[in-house]
């Protein structure tokens, strides 16, 4: 299984801050890498798949960014609609897997 | 509207089976692959399994390996997630996925880019 490790678990930040969350895996995964987000009480939403590309409807404050083993999810300027808690995810081969989750709490 | 809505989630006893359903709509069911995602209380996420959109190809986590069987009724737009000989460590909330293809290279895969609200499954006596 590829082992993955997200960094880091808990941030802390302010509205208008730019965060960043990092993703490495034990193996190259080319770009089969998503980024989802999940609030409290509520199901994940797609973000980010194929390392870098939008989905439908994101806010372009969002990107991603990376290949092979090292990614990256930035938030360019934090709204408060954005206090949740991201996963990264591989879908490189099968078991997929996710990352331990960063919670991105109000500073 | 996209949707997926999960049902069959209850409380169950140490070794004993449940059915989950997963009731999908507003997308052409049988050209997607399919997958259940869990939860556990206060922790990540854990894929369980994977299924087709033909029902021919299916995957599962080791923890789930000879326990769990995924299925699929294309003509009823539903995917299935039988459990046997549950443990307590299965207690999680259960979602369904809907997936889309990524196609890089020579080489393809799906992603799940739209999830169903979950069904709380609890192991316990």
């Known amino acids: 299984a590829i082992w993955m490790t997200q960094s880091p678990s808990l941030l802390s930040a302010s509205t208008g801050d730019r965060v960043t969350i990092s993703c490495r895996m034990s193996?190259?995964?080319?770009?089969?890498l998503a980024w989802y987000q999940q609030k409290p009480g509520k199901a994940p939403e797609l973000l980010i798949y194929a390392a870098s590309t939008l989905q439908s409807g994101v806010p372009s404050r969002f990107s991603g960014s990376g290949s092979g083993t090292d990614f990256t999810l930035t938030i360019s300027c934090l709204q408060s609609e954005d206090f949740a808690t991201y996963y990264c995810?591989?879908?490189?081969?099968?078991?997929?897997?996710f990352g331990q989750g960063t919670k991105v709490e109000i500073k | 509207e996209v949707q997926l809505v999960e049902s069959g989630g209850g409380l169950v006893q140490p070794g004993g089976s449940l059915r989950l359903s997963c009731a999908a709509s507003?997308?052409?069911?049988?050209?997607?692959?399919m997958s259940w995602v869990r939860q556990a209380p206060g922790k990540g996420l854990e894929w369980v399994s994977a299924?087709?959109?033909?029902?021919?190809?299916?995957y599962y986590a080791d923890s789930v390996k000879g326990r769990f069987t995924i299925s699929r009724d294309n003509s009823k737009n539903t995917l299935y997630l039988q459990m046997n000989s549950l443990r307590a460590e299965d207690t999680a909330v259960y979602y369904c996925?809907?997936?889309?293809?990524?196609?890089?290279?020579?080489?393809?895969?799906?992603?799940?880019?739209?999830w169903g609200r979950g069904t709380l499954v609890t192991v316990s006596s």
């Open positions: 996925a809907k997936t889309s293809p990524y196609y890089y290279g020579s080489g393809s895969s799906w992603y799940f880019d739209l």
């Open positions: 507003g997308f052409t069911f049988s050209s997607y692959a």
């Open positions: 193996q190259g995964i080319s770009s089969y």
């Open positions: 299924i087709s959109g033909s029902g021919g190809s299916t």
């Open positions: 995810q591989q879908y490189y081969s099968f078991p997929w897997t």
